[in-house]
């Protein structure tokens, strides 16, 4: 009985995927992977460039040394 629903969803997940890759043509698939990629990438140099950023010391106050 667990073996056959296990079965059963195997090919109900396969099914509708390949309904969704029929109705939905490939190129907007493609353009959403992309778009989703690049945003990937623009996170992934944010991170790297805030860690190699040179901490900037404090700035000192305006007092005058007398």
Same mark, same amino acid.
């Given at each position: %009985?667990?073996?056959g629903?296990?079965?059963f969803c195997g %090919?109900?997940?396969l099914g509708?995927?390949?309904a969704?890759?029929?109705y939905v043509s490939?190129?907007?698939i493609l353009t959403v992977v992309v778009?989703?990629?690049a945003l990937m990438l623009m996170l992934l140099l944010g991170v790297q460039i805030e860690r190699q950023r040179r901490r900037v010391p404090e700035i000192?106050?305006?007092e005058v040394n007398v």
């Open positions: %009985m667990r073996a629903v296990l079965v %090919m109900l997940l509708s995927a390949g969704f890759l029929l490939l190129l907007s778009i989703l990629i000192p106050s305006d």
